[in-house]
């Protein structure tokens, strides 16, 4: 067992064959290529967190939790990168982007989605071939995001009047 503090988990440890190898890194990411996914099991959302910068984790979902038709179309040579074309052995994880101050916003990247091989525990990110697919494809339904905002706005309207009776 190996042990790790992040920034954003503090310290956790976590195993060896947990490693998530990015022989490429990943995009902006280039000289990080040992991952490991971290974050509560029953939120969608995961982290994908670099054992060698603990200042360094991306948000990643399924692409289910995002489409539930998504049919991401992967280029062969990516196929080898990874080292299966075997399906079973593979599994698809999207990247999402959070914005701190307005989560309702939250976009996913349909358009490059990580390829893991889930008996080596390589990966990589690829370019689908799928040119419909957004890189910031709105999460949440139009409904949604206002609902979440008007209650993160009446959060913050009770968080004012308590601050101010005190």
Do not use: C
Request: glycine letters at 4%.
């Amino acid at each position: 067992m190996q042990f790790m503090t992040s920034l954003r988990f503090g310290e956790f440890s976590y195993a060896e064959e947990d490693v998530i190898f990015f022989p490429r890194g990943i995009p902006a990411f280039e000289q990080h290529n040992n991952w490991v996914l971290v974050g509560e099991e029953d939120n969608a959302i995961k982290w994908l967190q670099n054992i060698e910068d603990g200042e360094l984790a991306v948000p990643v979902t399924t692409p289910d939790a995002v489409m539930a038709d998504y049919n991401a179309k992967i280029p062969e040579d990516e196929l080898d990168v990874v080292g299966s074309k075997n399906f079973a052995d593979l599994a698809l994880l999207i990247v999402v982007s959070i914005p701190e101050s307005a989560p309702w916003e939250l976009t996913a990247n349909l358009r490059a989605p990580i390829l893991v091989n889930l008996k080596s525990r390589r990966a990589v990110q690829v370019i689908a071939l799928n040119e419909e697919y957004p890189i910031r494809h709105i999460v949440f339904p139009e409904d949604v995001r206002k609902s979440m905002k008007a209650a993160h706005l009446a959060e913050l309207a009770t968080s004012a009047s308590s601050a101010e009776e005190a």
